[in-house]
């Protein structure tokens, strides 16, 4: 468990990542008004996301990419599925939430980019997709890539679809969540959050930093509250980690205003390309255990 060895795959996938792909994402992501649970624009920010996947994953037949409904509101959660070549059953989540609020209230066309919160994430993960479909990557567990609707709002996406896995008896192994990966608000490159998450998991993913990524300094910290998605999967027993752009006291304080911008992370991705590493590197180690 949680074996490190497959520098011969990840390694050359870290060297192919750009930021210049995460900033396209952040910057598409952002032009919505709005990416709200409950407005048109944020319905239409899951189609966008459902399309860029899909579109990225033509060709494989062993990826299928399709939203899941929500009863209460409108904005659908996306879901990417990669299956696993011989070890299908066993499961590695990785997700970012695809909405966004604004603290002084939310309607149709009112500004909440969330380039940081959370477009960042989104951005991350699918630059990490990129380079795994770029290199033929095909894992012996499956590997599911989440966009959680209505995060915002009480992580009511990811509630659904943690308790829609554990229902169905899935077996996830583990869940990385990246909400917030492009404002460096902090000395320190990552921090490992250690409320809500799992220990042991944690600890790897410290490896994979200090294996991988041997010039980025760890921090870590504590929520004190259920700060995010990974606060769901905890809820139903699967072990789950949350690297963070900054300590808790120095996250970016744009979030939830119209003035979380691209600009505002500092018109770079250099940070978040530090998380979209991290997340290939534990999508491959993870992803390539067998049974
Ligand atoms: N509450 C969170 C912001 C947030 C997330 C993680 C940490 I650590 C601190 C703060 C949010 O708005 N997520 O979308
Ligand atoms: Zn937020
Ligand atoms: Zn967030």
């Not at 990416?35 to 944020?42: E, L, P, Q, V």
């Not at 250690?194 to 998991?201: G, R």
């Not at 294996?211 to 139903?236: K, N, R, V």
Request: charged share 15%; with cysteine.
């Amino acid at each position: 468990a949680y074996a490190i060895g497959n520098q011969a795959i990840v390694t050359p996938m870290l060297a192919q990542m750009q930021d210049s792909n995460i900033v396209q994402t952040i910057v598409d992501m952002a032009a919505f008004d709005n990416r709200y649970y409950a407005t048109t624009n944020g319905a239409n920010a899951s189609n966008w996301l459902l399309k860029k996947w899909t579109d990225m994953t033509a060709g494989r037949s062993d990826i299928s990419v399709a939203q899941f409904s929500h009863p209460n509101w409108g904005q659908k959660s996306v879901i990417l599925t990669i299956k696993g070549s011989d070890n299908p059953a066993e499961v590695v989540v990785l997700g970012a939430h695809l909405d966004t609020i604004n603290m002084n209230g939310t309607y149709e066309t009112t500004i909440a980019p969330g380039a940081d919160d959370d477009a960042s994430g989104i951005a991350s993960l699918t630059e990490a997709l990129r380079v795994m479909l770029a290199n033929g990557y095909k894992p012996r567990r499956t590997i599911k890539i989440i966009g959680y609707a209505a995060e915002e709002v009480g992580l009511r996406g990811s509630q659904e679809i943690a308790q829609n896995f554990k229902d169905n008896n899935v077996n996830v192994v583990g869940v990385m969540q990246l909400d917030m990966t492009n404002y460096q608000g902090s000395s320190s490159d990552i921090y490992l959050y250690t409320d809500y998450t799992n220990s042991q998991q944690n600890d790897f993913v410290a490896k994979l930093i200090s294996t991988y990524l041997p010039t980025l300094s760890i921090g870590y910290d504590q929520c004190g509250y259920a700060c995010s998605d990974h606060a769901s999967w905890d809820a139903q027993g699967y072990p789950t980690s949350m690297p963070f752009e900054a300590a808790f006291s120095q996250y970016n304080p744009y979030i939830h205003t119209s003035d979380d911008t691209y600009a505002n992370s500092g018109s770079q991705a250099a940070h978040a390309l530090k998380f979209a590493r991290l997340a290939a590197a534990y999508a491959v180690e993870l992803g390539s255990e067998g049974s």
